[in-house]
């Protein structure tokens, strides 16, 4: 994937969060913003700055489905993270990159990079 990214985390767990951005951190990559709820991530998906996402399916009970259409929109690359036991995706998102929990470092690359292109 050659140089860093920006990243937009979207992820309800703190500590869950926490982790991913210093296993991104650790990659070479640059954490743009986080947030932990819906209403912040559809914001966030509206601005500048970042060039890639990971997006916790399940929010504090609400599907991360508006944000990954505002980036689908937007032609920016984002991958979907499950910790499991959810509903597949809707059919537009069925061949989205999953991430799944717990995150190991050694996963977060593949799934950059399968997501990319």
């Not at 994937?1 to 990559?29: C, K, S, W, Y």
């Not at 700055?49 to 489905?65: C, Q, R, S, T």
Request: hydrophobic letters at 45%; one cysteine or more; proline letters at 9%.
């Amino acid at each position: 994937m050659g140089q860093g990214r920006n990243i937009l985390v979207v992820e309800d767990e703190p500590l869950i969060a926490m982790m991913l951005e210093d296993f991104l951190e650790t990659l070479g990559h640059r954490v743009h913003a986080s947030c932990d709820n819906l209403s912040d991530a559809l914001s966030e998906a509206d601005t500048d700055g970042f060039d890639f996402a990971i997006l916790d399916v399940n929010l504090k009970g609400e599907a991360v489905w508006p944000v990954a259409e505002k980036l689908k929109a937007r032609g920016l690359p984002f991958v979907l993270a499950s910790g499991g036991h959810v509903e597949p995706p809707p059919p537009e998102f069925a061949a989205v990159p999953l991430l799944e929990k717990p995150y190991t470092i050694d996963r977060i690359t593949p799934a950059l990079e399968q997501a990319a292109g």
